[in-house]
Structure formats: structure tokens, C-alpha cells
């Protein structure tokens, strides 16, 4: 049975808001499991425009004389804590975490995309106004997101060893200083460009 574009308008801001939720779900214990200080930075501020979405929506809801769906919101819900649930139990949490939210901001880009088309649709200028606010909050994230990926691997991935020249066979190598960290080791300790002198 076909829907009316204000019913079905209706539906796509209880969809939005169930996704909100969900998204708070994983936001709120995505810091604690990043492993890494500026990937819980960016979860910690995306949490506070999460939450910010969610009201903004309910209030969108609240407007058309509509309330957010109980039983959506409880089966999103769940869903984010047990997808964090799975990212914690992997040996790789970061980067299972950081993906994760990458695929869901983009998951979340295309909900805003579509809710903007039918609210344009409908006439409803402030959801259109609303989710080109959050569209442009998601895309914000998601390219937050793919620039962290390198830290995400980086805290995925165990430390290499601390090695010293007793450590290994080689002597008296050349140590090149063009590179990025060329000495993790400290195996030049004067600097002389000759690895375990002695």
C-alpha cells in the first residue's frame, strides 16, 4: 500500500533517529576501546554532535506530531552494543573499531541523503535544513575517520621490539638519516652514521 509522502517522511526520521541511537550505543565505550588518544579524541567529539543528532531529530519528530520508534531504537541499540562487544574481543580492536565507524558514517551519510530528498519532497524546509546540518557533521567524520586509519593500525599492531646491538650479529653499519625514524633502536648512539661501532 503506497504511503503518503508525509507518512513516509515520518518513517525516514524514525529510521534517522534509530540509527542516532545506535551510533550513541557505540560512541559512548568507543573511546575507552581505541587504544590510541586521538582516536578517542574523535570519538569523544563525535559523540557530543551524535547527541546533539538525536535531539535534533526527535525534535523533527516531536514537530510532525510523531514520537521515535521504541522498538527500532531497542534493535539499534542492542546492535551497537554488541558490535562493540565484537570489536573489544578482537586482537585488532582499533582498527576493527575505526572501520567499523567509517562504514557507519557512511551508513549514516546515505540515511541523511535520502531523508533530505523526501523532506524536500514533502515541503518540510527545516528537516530539510536539519539533515544537511548532520549530513555535513557525518562527512566531517567519516573523512576525520579515513585520515586516522594509519593510527588505527598503528595502535592495532603490537610495538616492534626494543633491540640493542647485543641483540643481533651485524657491526659496524651504515645508518641512514633521509628516512623517517632511522634509528629506532639507537643503534648510532653518536650519531655517526656507523651502527654498532664496538
Known amino acids: 500500500m503506497a504511503r503518503s509522502i508525509d507518512d513516509q517522511l515520518t518513517k525516514y526520521l524514525t529510521d ?3 540509527i542516532e ?3 550513541l550505543q557505540q560512541l559512548r565505550g568507543a573511546p575507552d576501546a581505541a587504544g590510541d588518544p586521538e582516536l578517542a579524541r574523535l570519538f569523544r567529539e563525535h559523540l557530543a554532535e551524535t547527541e546533539r543528532h ?3 531529530i526527535r525534535e523533527r519528530l516531536e514537530a510532525r506530531g510523531a514520537t521515535p520508534s521504541r522498538v527500532k531504537d531497542l534493535v539499534m ?3 551497537g552494543a554488541g558490535f562493540l562487544l565484537f570489536a573489544r574481543v578482537q586482537p585488532d580492536t582499533p582498527g576493527k ?3 567499523h565507524a567509517f562504514s557507519y ?3 549514516e551519510v546515505a540515511a541523511y541523503e535520502c531523508l ?3 523532506a524536500r519532497r514533502a515541503g518540510d524546509d527545516e528537516t530539510v535544513s536539519v539533515g544537511r546540518t548532520i549530513l555535513a557533521d557525518e562527512q566531517r567524520m567519516s573523512e576525520r575517520l579515513a585520515a586516522a586509519f594509519p593510527r588505527a593500525v598503528d595502535a592495532s599492531l603490537p610495538p616492534p621490539p626494543d633491540l640493542d646491538c647485543g641483540d643481533i650479529s651485524y657491526r659496524r653499519f651504515r645508518v641512514i638519516y633521509t628516512v623517517p625514524d632511522p634509528d629506532p633502536h639507537r643503534f648510532d648512539s653518536d650519531r655517526d652514521g656507523i651502527g ?3
Do not use: K, Y
Open 116 to 118: 533530505i530528498s523526501v
Open 196 to 198: 654498532c661501532e664496538s
Open 54 to 56: 538525536e535531539r535534533l
Open 21 to 23: 541511537e545506535q551510533t
Open 16 to 18: 534517522a533517529h534509530s
Open 105 to 107: 558514517e557512511h551508513l
Open 97 to 99: 573499531l575505526t572501520a
Open 77 to 79: 541499540r542492542a546492535g
